[in-house]
């Protein structure tokens, strides 16, 4: 699927007319049809809109042709997962292309005319909105992934199962996902900005022909690297306590694992003693007062006896 977008004034409207200057396609899942057909009507290389289509493709820049492509790695939640996904940003001389295996909560406050100051033919300014507006989506996540870790954390306390814990290993791979993902987008945002910064920006291996940039994109793409790093500098911190709180929980539930054990150890053997003397009064061959009408309540008197002193003992010792 591809709907193609562009600015009448303020207002963002869906034109479906593809290659029209100053506009902005955007890919989602396409179809070999679709993307032969965007390949036919723009004249893109037909790598670039395969590449982010890829789940393990990497942040990078390419070349080509005359157009630019820029991956980027985007958090998106997968029943209740987090994951990270490439999305792929295609800049020509005309048009700007935004290509991903799902539809990004990112992107949808562009089309819906909910981003202040996004216009379809600055693709320049476009492209760092993206990347800003992908930062603050890493450190929401983030949050998130911290109130969960602390909400599980609660429940360990006096946890004995290993269900918390699978919960927890979740949360550490999404952040290790994170983490270098958005590692990998900082080298991308920071080749954008020593490319601008250079004097032989070919030298880069970027054609700054189709990225240009002005001072407030460079105040702006600052402002990204800034958030970026943040975000990474988050996702290293909550992935290291993470890692310890794991570490910690699996002990406490070891421990609690042992006290329920050494609980009906004792229960065992206390209730072991009174078996033994019924056993032992239950033997078919002569036993003491075995003819006293009060043998019966004798040796439950002496069971219970025998019972509280152990578990009097259990006690003392800290056993029970």
Same mark, same amino acid.
């Given at each position: ?8 004034? !303020? ?139 602390? !909400? ?69 793409? !600052? ?98």
């Amino acid at each position: 699927m591809f709907r193609v977008y562009k600015n009448l004034g !303020e207002r963002i409207l869906e034109t479906g007319l593809l290659g029209e200057k100053g506009s902005w396609v955007n890919m989602v899942n396409p179809t070999p049809e679709e993307i032969e057909e965007v390949v036919r009507c723009i004249g893109l290389p037909r790598d670039f809109l395969e590449y982010p289509l890829d789940e393990e493709e990497s942040s990078r820049i390419e070349v080509e042709e005359g157009s630019v492509l820029i991956i980027i790695r985007v958090p998106v939640i997968r029943d209740s997962i987090y994951d990270t996904l490439p999305l792929g940003i295609i800049i020509t001389e005309n048009i700007i292309l935004t290509v991903c295996l799902e539809e990004l909560d990112i992107l949808s406050d562009f089309y819906s005319g909910r981003m202040r100051g996004f216009y379809t033919f600055k693709k320049t300014r476009f492209l760092l909105q993206i990347f800003y507006k992908t930062a603050l989506q890493y450190l929401r996540y983030l949050r998130q992934i911290d109130k969960k870790s602390e !909400e599980i954390q609660l429940r360990l306390h006096r946890s004995t199962q290993n269900e918390e814990l699978i919960r927890l290993l979740g949360l550490q791979k999404s952040l290790v996902y994170f983490t270098t993902s958005l590692r990998a987008n900082q080298v991308v945002m920071e080749k954008l900005l020593k490319s601008h910064l250079a004097k032989d920006a070919e030298a880069l291996g970027l054609n700054t022909g189709l990225i240009k940039m002005y001072a407030e994109d460079e105040d702006l793409l !600052e402002d990204v690297i800034i958030e970026n790093k943040q975000a990474l500098e988050m996702s290293d911190i909550y992935a290291q306590i993470l890692s310890s709180t794991m570490d910690a929980y699996a002990s406490v539930i070891s421990n609690n694992l042992n006290i329920v054990m050494k609980f009906l150890t004792s229960v065992t053997i206390i209730l072991m003693i009174p078996t033994m003397l019924f056993s032992l009064y239950g033997m078919n061959v002569e036993l003491p007062y075995q003819h006293s009408p009060l043998a019966f309540w004798g040796i439950i008197l002496l069971s219970v006896i025998f019972a509280i002193f152990v578990l009097l003992v259990f006690r003392k010792r800290n056993m029970l």
